[in-house]
C-alpha cells in the first residue's frame, strides 16, 4: 500500500521544477511562475480589480515563445524540435495559470480553442499562417458561440454567402469570444447561405485586424476580454477555408474535446492557491486564545476540500495518460474528458466554497487571491458545454461502462515527449455508445483491502444492479432531471476508477486515498438522496436509493494523520508581495 504524501502533488511555485519534462519545458514552466512571482501578488490582484487587460501577460509569452512552444503540432513546427502538441506540458501550464488567475488561464485556453479547426484542417496555407501568427506572439480565439444560440449550434446566424469569383462575403456576429478583441486567427464557425443539412456549415479562419472586422464590445465585466464581434461583408476565399460540412462540425466538437481538457487542470491550480490561503491565514488566526483550526468542523472542512482536491488530481494526471494513447481503436478520453470538465471543475468548485467557508471575511479581503478565486471558479463549469450537456455526454458511455468492459494494452503513464497528432484527427464525432472500457471491477478489486474504497464499491456495485434491474424506462429516458441524475451517481464510479489507478502509479498514501473515498461515499449517498426525491423516480429507483446509503468507515487516527498533512501547509507558500 501507498505511502506518497499527496501534498506532493501539488503546485508548489518556490520548489516547482517538473523532472518528468524535457529542459526546455521545465524552463519555460519555470519562467513562467517565475514571471508572477516576481510581478507579485500586489500587482495581480490590482489588476484584477481594476479589470486591467493583461497586454503584460501576452508580451511575456510572446517574449518567451511559449504559445508557439507548446500550442504548435509537429506537423507545422517547420523542424522546430521544441515545438509539439504535448497533452502533458500543455496540463502543466494551465495548472500554472490557474493558479495565478483565471484570466490568464483564460487567453491560453481560448487561444488552444482557437488553434483546434486550424491543425485539424488539410487546409495547409492556414495552417503556415497560423504557425507564423503564433510565432510571432499572436494568440488565438474560437468564434463559436453567439448571442442568441447558447449551446445550440445548429442554429448559426453568422452565414457567407458565395461572391461569384469561387469565395464568400461573411456577416454576422459571434458572442463570448475569448481574446475576440486581438487574435490573428480567430476561428469562426457559420453556414453558407441557401445550403440545407450537415453541407451548409463551415470553419473559417479570420483576422481581428481585417477592417471588415469589428470589435463590438468586451461582453463580461472583467479583466478578459470575451468579445463581441461583426463581420461585415468579410472577404473568405479558398485559402480561408478550414472545415466545411460535417468535418466542420466535428471540427467543433472535437476542438471542444481538446480545449474541454484544460479546464479540469485551471480549476486544480486555482484550488491549491486558494488552499495555502486559507490554511495559513486559518491557522494563525487566533480566537478565544486558540486557532480558528482546533475547531473541528473546520479540520473537516479543510481534509474534505485537501482530499477533494488531491482526488481531482489524480484523475486529471491519469486521464492525460488516456488523451497521449488514444487512437481509433481506443477512445476512452471521450468519457474520461467530460468528466475532467463536468466533475474536476464542479469539484474545484466546491473546494473554493469549504475554503471560503472557512476564512470568512477574508475571503472578500481587496489583498487576497481567495475574492478572485471564488468569483472566477464558476465560470469553469460553463465553458465548453455546461455540466447538464456533458453529463448527457456521459450518460452515452454507461451501458457499456458498466456491463461490456474489455481488455486493452495497459496505458503507461504519458509524460514523454512525443506530439499528439491523434487529437488532430479524431474523426467523426459519432459511435460513443459503441467504445468500451477496461473492467472497473478490477480496478476497485486491487484496493478491497482499504476499507472505504470497500465501502465505495459496494454503492457502485448497487448503482450497476440498479441498472439491470430498474433503469430508467422510455418514458424516463425522456426526462432530463431524472436522467442528469442517473448520470451523477454514474460519474462518481468512473471519478473512483481513474483515482484509484493514479493512486497506485503514484503509491498515495491510504490516509488521503481513505479521505477521498470518504468524500466518495458521502457523495454517492447525497445523490441517491436526490434521486430519491426526483419527480420521475419510480417506486424501485426511490427503494434503491435508501438502500444504496452507506457511511464512511470511522478512522480517528487516519483523519488526524491527512489533517497533519493539510496543516503543514500553513506558512508553506505565499505569492511574493
Ligand atoms: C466567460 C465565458 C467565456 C466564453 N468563451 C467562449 C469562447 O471563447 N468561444 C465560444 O465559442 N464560446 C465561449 N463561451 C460560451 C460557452 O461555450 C457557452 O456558455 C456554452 O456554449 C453554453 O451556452 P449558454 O451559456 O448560452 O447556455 P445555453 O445554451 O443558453 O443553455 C441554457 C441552459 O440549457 C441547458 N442546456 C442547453 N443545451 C442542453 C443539452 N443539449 N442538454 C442538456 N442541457 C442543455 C444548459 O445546461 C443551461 O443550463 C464562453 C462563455 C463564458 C461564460
Known sequence: MGTRQASELLVHPHRYDPERFDAETRRLLRATIDWFESRGKRKLVADYHAKTFYQDFLDFVADEAIFSTFLTPARDAAGNPGRRWDTARVAAMSEILGFYGLSYW??????????????????????????????????????????????????????????????????????????????????????????????????FYADSEHPNYHVVKNVVPSQMYVAEFRLDDYPVSEEDILQ??????????????????????????????????????????????????????????????????????????????????????????LLYNPVTKMKVTTEAEKVVALLGDIVAAKGFEVEGYLPLAKTDVTGLPKLEGTVAVNLALIGKFMPAYLFDPREYPPVPTRTDAADDEFLFRQGPARGLGKIRFHDWRATYGRFAKVPN????????????????????????????????????????????????????????????????????????????????????????????????????????????????QVVALSGAYAMKP
Open 244 to 333: 466545411t460540412g460535417e468535418a466542420a462540425f466535428s471540427a467543433a466538437l472535437n476542438t471542444v474535446n481538446i480545449g474541454k481538457f484544460n479546464l479540469c487542470f485551471g480549476g486544480i491550480g486555482l484550488s491549491t492557491h486558494a488552499l495555502y490561503e486559507a490554511i495559513t491565514h486559518a491557522h494563525n488566526r487566533i480566537l478565544y486564545g486558540a486557532p480558528v483550526t482546533n475547531f473541528p468542523h473546520v479540520r473537516t472542512g479543510f481534509v474534505d476540500a485537501y482530499a477533494r482536491l488531491i482526488a481531482m488530481k489524480l484523475f486529471s494526471d491519469r486521464a492525460v495518460d488516456y488523451f497521449r494513447s488514444a487512437s481509433p481503436e481506443d477512445r476512452r478520453y
Open 106 to 203: 483564460y487567453a491560453w485556453q481560448v487561444t488552444v480553442l482557437g488553434l483546434g479547426p486550424v491543425w485539424q484542417s488539410d487546409n495547409a496555407t492556414a495552417r503556415a499562417r497560423a504557425a507564423q501568427a503564433l510565432e510571432a506572439g499572436g494568440v488565438a480565439a474560437f468564434g463559436l458561440s453567439e448571442k442568441e444560440h447558447g449551446a445550440d449550434i445548429y442554429s448559426s446566424d453568422l452565414v457567407l454567402t458565395p461572391d461569384g469569383k469561387g469565395g464568400y462575403r461573411a456577416n454576422g456576429s459571434k458572442y463570448y469570444i475569448g481574446n475576440g478583441n486581438c487574435a490573428r486567427t480567430v476561428s469562426v464557425f457559420g453556414r453558407i447561405d441557401g445550403v440545407e443539412g450537415p453541407d451548409q456549415y463551415v470553419f
Open 453 to 564: 474504497v470497500a465501502r465505495f464499491t459496494e454503492q457502485a456495485e448497487a448503482f450497476a444492479e440498479l441498472m439491470r434491474t430498474a433503469p430508467p424506462d422510455a418514458d424516463q429516458q425522456g426526462d432530463l432531471d431524472l436522467t442528469l441524475a442517473f448520470g451523477e451517481l454514474f460519474t462518481l464510479i468512473v471519478y473512483g476508477q481513474l483515482v484509484l489507478e493514479q493512486a497506485e502509479i503514484t503509491g498515495l498514501d491510504d490516509d488521503v486515498l481513505g479521505a477521498v473515498f470518504g468524500v466518495l461515499i458521502r457523495d454517492f449517498s447525497g445523490l441517491a438522496v436526490a434521486l430519491h426525491g426526483k419527480r420521475g423516480s419510480a417506486d424501485a429507483q426511490r427503494t434503491w436509493a435508501v438502500s444504496a446509503l452507506r457511511a464512511p468507515v470511522v478512522d480517528v487516527e487516519a483523519f488526524e494523520r491527512v489533517w497533519s
